[in-house]
């Protein structure tokens, strides 16, 4: 069974900081890449940032720069380190497996997308200005 368990948002001024976990069982931790993926109010959900099983890392532009994400398989938890957040930050975050770099928009946008199929409840994260 497949489970994930997120934690560590909260609210925070823009310009603060959070650091969010993922608890994953069920998966293959040394092969399986992990992907941070964000419920933003009156968007499209959206894959933010990609681990790989030996740490390699992708993210989307917006974020690239202040979010970075790590993973440590013997705890068999993955992270995601934000600075500088903004209000349009503010949303559900979410982690899932399987993520990998896209080109969207006939190639004018690169996305991180994700297969996902089992989802944990998420952890909201909450920025003001």
């Known amino acids: 069974q497949l489970v994930f368990v997120e934690s560590g948002g909260g609210s925070v001024q823009a310009g603060g900081s959070l650091t969010l976990s993922c608890a994953a069982s069920?998966?293959?931790?040394?092969?399986?890449?992990i992907a941070w993926v964000r419920q933003v109010p009156g968007k499209p959900r959206e894959g933010i940032a990609c681990v790989g099983a030996g740490g390699s890392v992708d993210y989307i532009t917006s974020v690239e720069g202040r979010f970075t994400v790590s993973r440590d398989n013997d705890k068999q938890t993955a992270y995601l380190q934000m600075n500088d957040l903004r209000p349009e930050d503010t949303g559900v975050y979410y982690c899932?497996?399987?993520?990998?770099?896209?080109?969207?928009?006939?190639?004018?946008?690169?996305?991180?997308?994700?297969?996902?199929?089992?989802w944990g409840q998420g952890t909201q994260v909450t920025v003001s200005s």
């Open positions: 069920g998966f293959r931790p040394n092969y399986q890449t």
């Open positions: 899932t497996l399987d993520c990998f770099r896209q080109w969207a928009d006939n190639g004018r946008r690169f996305i991180i997308n994700y297969v996902g199929g089992q």
